[in-house]
């Protein structure tokens, strides 16, 4: 597995994780489900991919359960993220959301804690003010956001008066290439991660059709990978950008862990680029 910087912080993350919205029962408790997506996370640490993005919103907290369930009896070390919900950005709510969620999770700290969504209604710098409290009271480690626009995220930062803001998670594919404009440099700039979520465009890479796929195809002929493999490669040779993609199937865990130790050339992710814009 290779490794990126964690913002501008001594830690190094994956630059393959799991994504788990939709890993286990997405309502709630369901057993086949949950023990399938029990052992697609199970098999994805295995195949070194130690990262785990879950949210307090995600099937209302069960998936924090799941990600527990998966992480019992583990003695190697997990990098687990997890978000807080626009809904709970109140100074109390956030510090109450954050207990929920490690007790949901079974840890004792949860190493990002994000702010899922921006929101209109309480201010930022409140919601920051309990952020730096779970830091300093050691039940979380960093703090990052998610689906934050450039202003958003200076913002944020300014709200903070001890810690940084490391990584902002946003959608990222080739058929989503809107953070390319001014999100993906200011995080380049600054020094925050870019966690790229939704990489697999929420299913639609793996079976999309028409001539932009054909070149897809053809690139992932020639170098021998599969489609998915390459548009996940093609995400990861982005600067200071780690990837999320969730995959239940357990194949489908085995191909998404196989695309950090090879690079696309220069002239392939050019030729995507430009089939994809
Ligand atoms: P995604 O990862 O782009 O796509 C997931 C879909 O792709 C699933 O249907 C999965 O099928 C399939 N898939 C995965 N690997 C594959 C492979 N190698 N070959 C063929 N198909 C493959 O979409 P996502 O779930 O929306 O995004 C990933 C994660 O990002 C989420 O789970 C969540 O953790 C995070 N996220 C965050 C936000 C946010 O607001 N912060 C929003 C959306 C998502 P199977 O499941 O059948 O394997």
Not at 86 to 109: C, E, I, T, W
Request: glycine letters at 8%; proline letters at 4%; one cysteine or more.
């Amino acid at each position: 597995m290779q490794f990126k910087p964690l913002g501008r912080t001594d830690e190094s993350i994956p630059v393959v994780g799991l994504g788990t919205w939709g890993i286990g029962g997405e309502m709630g408790p369901d057993s086949s489900r949950d023990e399938a997506g029990i052992e697609a996370l199970r098999l994805g640490l295995d195949l070194e991919m130690k990262f785990i993005d879950t949210a307090e919103m995600y099937g209302a907290g069960h998936s924090e359960e799941v990600v527990a369930r998966a992480l019992e009896g583990r003695l190697d070390r997990v990098f687990v993220a997890s978000k807080v919900s626009p809904r709970h950005f109140a100074y109390d709510d956030v510090l109450n959301a954050a207990r929920r969620s490690l007790k949901r999770l079974g840890l004792k700290q949860i190493d990002l804690y994000q702010l899922h969504w921006p929101s209109s209604k309480i201010p930022i710098a409140e919601t920051m003010r309990a952020m730096e409290k779970l830091v300093k009271d050691g039940l979380t480690r960093y703090i990052g956001v998610s689906n934050f626009s450039v202003e958003q995220m200076r913002e944020a930062q300014q709200s903070l008066s001890r810690e940084k803001v490391v990584s902002n998670q946003v959608e990222f594919s080739l058929i989503h290439r809107s953070v390319e404009a001014r999100i993906l440099p200011y995080c380049q700039k600054e020094g925050l991660t870019l966690i790229a979520y939704s990489p697999l465009g929420q299913g639609k890479i793996p079976r999309g059709q028409g001539s932009s796929f054909k070149v897809l195809d053809e690139i992932a002929g020639k170098l021998g990978k599969s489609r998915n493999q390459v548009a996940l490669n093609w995400v990861l040779q982005h600067d200071s950008v780690v990837a999320i993609p969730k995959a239940a199937d357990m194949d489908h865990v085995k191909e998404n862990a196989d695309v950090a130790e090879w690079k696309l050339g220069s002239e392939d992710c050019q030729r995507l680029a430009k089939a994809f814009s």
